[in-house]
């Protein structure tokens, strides 16, 4: 909540800002078209609890003899990692422009649930996500200084595609077993707001640098078990019975916010629980805040 009401300041100060911008401050040699080219490498900004995964709680816990000597929550976010970006903008005079960031954002692996037997890593469940995404954002410049010229950007992240993939090394009573799911999302929209500068390198190039903040939630739609082996074995053609078998219902979950009598879920519905359809379970959610610096060239048409 904090978050959200910092970048609420940002854009009521943006806002007033370019409300107090006197008319005769463009000029038409500022109006015209821009691309911006950058890399950008974010850190994440809250930590929060992992979600259960598969069924875990996410802990790291740590056995010595049969006996647990240590047990945490494993917490963090998906927004620490690298992304790249096609930025096209438009200025309308010296203070005003536009945005529009095409971008892929790949996040750092992030252990979610851990298991140590006696110095032996027995479970080991790792996430990241990957996404593609849209970033409109208005553009406040403030002023051109010896080459430099800082501006304010404040816009929001529209997901266009992305998905969280889970990927699960184990140590069973049969073999090591080796499992990869894909979590799609629900629709969302996330907050940016940057600061940054670009600096003149000839009459339409400028390599520029700006630190921007994003917040960003992203609640999970459905899952799917893509990869499943056992002891090196297709783990998919596990016999009924088999202890390491998988339904269809754990293979295919989709999720929601409640579960109750009708829901394909053993808690709730254990009469009408079909193993043959694809289960239902709750919905949770996952951060993929964070503070980034983006570097890069623009050129200007």
């Given at each position: 909540?904090?978050?959200?009401?910092?970048?609420?300041?940002?854009?009521?100060?943006?806002?007033t800002m370019l409300a107090q911008t006197k008319d005769d401050a463009s000029t038409t040699a500022d109006k015209g078209w821009y691309v911006k080219l950058?890399?950008?490498?974010?850190?994440?900004?809250?930590?929060?609890?992992?979600?259960?995964?598969?069924?875990?709680?996410?802990?790291?816990?740590?056995?010595?003899?049969?006996?647990?000597?240590?047990?945490?929550?494993v917490t963090g976010s998906f927004g620490e990692g690298f992304r790249t970006g096609l930025t096209a903008g438009y200025r309308f005079n010296t203070r005003?422009?536009?945005?529009?960031?095409?971008?892929?954002?790949?996040?750092?692996?992030?252990?979610?649930?851990?298991?140590?037997?006696?110095?032996?890593?027995?479970?080991?469940?790792?996430?990241?996500?990957?996404?593609?995404?849209?970033?409109?954002?208005?553009?406040?410049?403030?002023?051109?200084?010896?080459?430099?010229?800082?501006?304010?950007?404040?816009?929001?992240?529209?997901?266009?595609?992305?998905?969280?993939?889970?990927?699960?090394?184990?140590?069973?009573?049969?073999?090591?077993?080796?499992?990869?799911?894909?979590?799609?999302?629900?629709?969302?929209?996330?907050?940016?707001?940057?600061?940054?500068?670009?600096?003149?390198?000839?009459?339409?190039?400028?390599?520029?640098?700006?630190?921007?903040?994003?917040?960003?939630?992203?609640?999970?739609?459905?899952?799917?078990?893509?990869?499943?082996?056992?002891?090196?074995?297709?783990?998919?053609?596990?016999?009924?019975?088999?202890?390491?078998?998988?339904?269809?219902?754990?293979?295919?979950?989709?999720?929601?916010?409640?579960?109750?009598?009708?829901?394909?879920?053993?808690?709730?519905?254990?009469?009408?629980?079909?193993?043959?359809?694809?289960?239902?379970?709750?919905?949770?959610?996952?951060?993929?805040?964070?503070?980034?610096?983006?570097?890069?060239?623009?050129?200007?048409?």
């Amino acid at each position: 909540m904090k978050k959200n009401l910092l970048i609420l300041g940002m854009m009521v100060c943006s806002m007033t800002m370019l409300a107090q911008t006197k008319d005769d401050a463009s000029t038409t040699a500022d109006k015209g078209w821009y691309v911006k080219l950058g890399g950008s490498y974010f850190i994440q900004a809250t930590a929060t609890e992992f979600p259960s995964v598969n069924g875990r709680e996410p802990l790291r816990q740590v056995y010595t003899g049969g006996v647990l000597v240590s047990k945490e929550s494993v917490t963090g976010s998906f927004g620490e990692g690298f992304r790249t970006g096609l930025t096209a903008g438009y200025r309308f005079n010296t203070r005003v422009g536009f945005e529009m960031g095409v971008n892929y954002y790949t996040s750092n692996q992030k252990t979610m649930v851990e298991t140590i037997v006696d110095d032996v890593k027995m479970l080991d469940i790792k996430g990241q996500v990957t996404a593609f995404d849209v970033a409109p954002a208005l553009v406040l410049f403030l002023g051109e200084h010896k080459g430099f010229e800082p501006y304010t950007k404040v816009g929001v992240i529209v997901p266009v595609h992305g998905q969280l993939d889970l990927k699960t090394n184990a140590v069973t009573s049969v073999g090591p077993l080796y499992r990869e799911d894909v979590i799609k999302p629900e629709p969302t929209v996330g907050f940016l707001a940057s600061l940054g500068t670009t600096y003149k390198l000839g009459k339409n190039i400028s390599a520029f640098a700006e630190i921007e903040y994003r917040n960003f939630t992203v609640h999970g739609k459905n899952k799917e078990v893509t990869n499943y082996t056992v002891n090196g074995a297709d783990g998919f053609a596990l016999p009924v019975g088999h202890p390491l078998h998988l339904s269809n219902s754990e293979i295919n979950i989709n999720y929601g916010s409640n579960l109750n009598g009708t829901s394909n879920n053993k808690a709730t519905n254990s009469a009408g629980y079909d193993e043959d359809k694809a289960g239902d379970d709750l919905s949770s959610y996952i951060s993929i805040s964070g503070v980034g610096l983006t570097v890069g060239l623009k050129y200007s048409l």
